[in-house]
């Protein structure tokens, strides 16, 4: 499975997200291939979620065919376990 941590710019925030989930999902002893994309290219980007802020969140779900998960605070680590955690219940994986 693959997931997109998604920024306006694509490089700053968004590298960020992917190391915590990353980090979030290596505690958890689970599998899930992470990348990075900006609000333009993830369109064109296939994956299973999206990890995103709360401000991007409504934009990038109108035009997606996949679910959108939202972070406040990426170097929460607590968090962002929290919200992985919701992505593979959803997908039945845990």
Known sequence: ?????????????????KMSIDKAVS??????????????????????????????ADTLSSGSSVPVYTVKKYLDINEVTSVVKQFFKDKKLL
């Open 27 to 56: 505690q958890l002893g689970l599998s899930l291939e992470t990348d990075i994309a900006d609000v333009t290219t993830v369109k064109g980007m296939p994956c299973d979620a999206i990890f995103t802020s709360a401000e991007l």
């Open 1 to 17: 499975m693959k997931v997109l941590a998604v920024c306006g710019f694509g490089c700053g925030s968004s590298m960020i997200l």
